[in-house]
Nanobody
Framework: QVQLVESGGGLVQAGGSLRLSCAAS????????IGWFRQAPGKEREFVAR????????AYVDSVKGRHIISRDHAKNTVYLQMNSLKPEDTAVYYC???????????????WGQGTQVTVSS
């Protein structure tokens, strides 16, 4: 079993920044991917970014490329999502999740955190 706890969400003005954290504990796969997803009201959960177990592979959805950076700290078992130049359309509940494969579909992810709200005002 893996436990994931997100933090760092909040209310920010457009153009501002937030850093989300995802602290992992418990058993994990021998190699795994941690992904960030978001879900806005009335919309499906969508992929935002993912990082490999080693940290040498990263991927982003086109809408956040050049603005957001995913990183991980093995010593702290924590993955971060640095979000810059935030836009109102970034408003959503953000979730981190763990997958045994290098994928971007929510169905490929086995464990999920409880989510953290990000609200960007215009």
């Amino acid at each position: 079993q893996v436990q994931l706890v997100e933090s760092g969400g909040g209310l920010v003005q457009a153009g501002g920044s937030l850093r989300l954290s995802c602290a992992a504990s418990g058993r994990t796969f021998s190699s795994y991917t941690i992904g960030w997803f978001r879900q806005a009201p009335g919309k499906e959960r969508e992929f935002v970014a993912r990082i490999s177990w080693s940290g040498d592979r990263r991927a982003y959805v086109d809408s956040v490329k050049g603005r957001h950076i995913i990183s991980r700290d093995h010593a702290k078992n924590t993955v971060y999502l640095q979000m810059n130049s935030l836009k109102p359309e970034d408003t959503a509940v953000y979730y981190c999740a763990v997958s045994p494969v290098w994928g971007s579909h929510p169905n490929e992810y086995v464990y999920w955190g409880q989510g953290t709200q990000v609200t960007v005002s215009s």
